[in-house]
Antibody
């Protein structure tokens, strides 16, 4: 059974840094595309960044490019989102998601979400 | 960026009703459109991909349709467990973009 267990997050000041983790199990993590999304309170979903497959190719939303970095540790089956230069508008629940067999831009399993609060 | 305009933003219907949610894309996206359900306090769940293909395990009362740049999600025979927010997502182009969501409630 596929599981994505998220950790990290919490309260950070503007300009600060946080790292989110997403521990995966139940599928071939090393060959899978993985992505991060976020959802501000009461708002819709926003794609943040992702790997298009098991290789090194990454993509970022313009809103986070240059500030956020994604990475993966295949030995630990874990996917990361390193967030720096945090802004108030980065506050949201962040979700990791695994890509569907039909394509890397379709998402069939999601983590439970982790709240990031940015406030002084 | 491809803009996805979703309507209505909320609806209230009775158990057993048929409800339809619409997403309009700002440009031709073919069938690169997915629908997700998000129950309160939960992560999204994939319902439909490729505009009309039902994900495994999703009840057959959910269906997806398309006409040009307009996409529909229909729930026939609305059930109490369908109370949720529903989002469309285009995946033709990056950035991946979502509709604003539709909250479905039971009368």
């Amino acid at each position: 059974e596929v599981h994505l267990l998220q950790s990290g997050g919490g309260l950070e000041k503007p300009g600060g840094s946080l790292r989110l983790s997403c521990a995966a199990s139940g599928f071939s993590f090393s060959t899978s595309a993985m992505n991060w999304f976020r959802q501000a309170p009461g708002r819709g979903l926003e794609w943040v960044a992702g790997f298009s497959g098991g290789g090194p190719t990454t993509f970022y939303a313009d809103s986070v490019k240059g500030r956020f970095t994604i990475s993966r540790d295949n030995s630990k089956n874990t996917f990361y989102l390193q967030m720096s230069s945090l802004r108030a508008e980065d506050a949201a629940v962040y979700y990791c998601a695994k890509s569907h067999f039909s394509g890397w831009r379709v998402f069939d399993y999601w983590g439970q979400g982790t709240l990031v609060t940015v406030s002084s | 960026d491809v803009q996805m305009t979703q309507s209505p933003s909320s609806l209230s219907a009775s158990v057993g009703d048929r409800v339809t949610i619409t997403c309009r894309a700002s440009q031709d996206i073919g069938k690169f459109l997915n629908w997700y359900q998000q129950r309160p306090g939960k992560a999204p769940r994939l319902l439909i991909y490729g505009a009309s293909t039902l994900e495994i395990g999703v009840p057959s009362r959910f269906s997806g349709g398309t006409s040009g740049t307009n996409f529909t999600l229909t729930i026939s025979n609305l059930q109490p467990e369908d109370v949720a927010a529903y989002f469309c997502q285009q995946h033709l182009n990056l950035p991946l973009t979502f509709g604003g969501g539709t909250k479905v409630e039971i009368k």
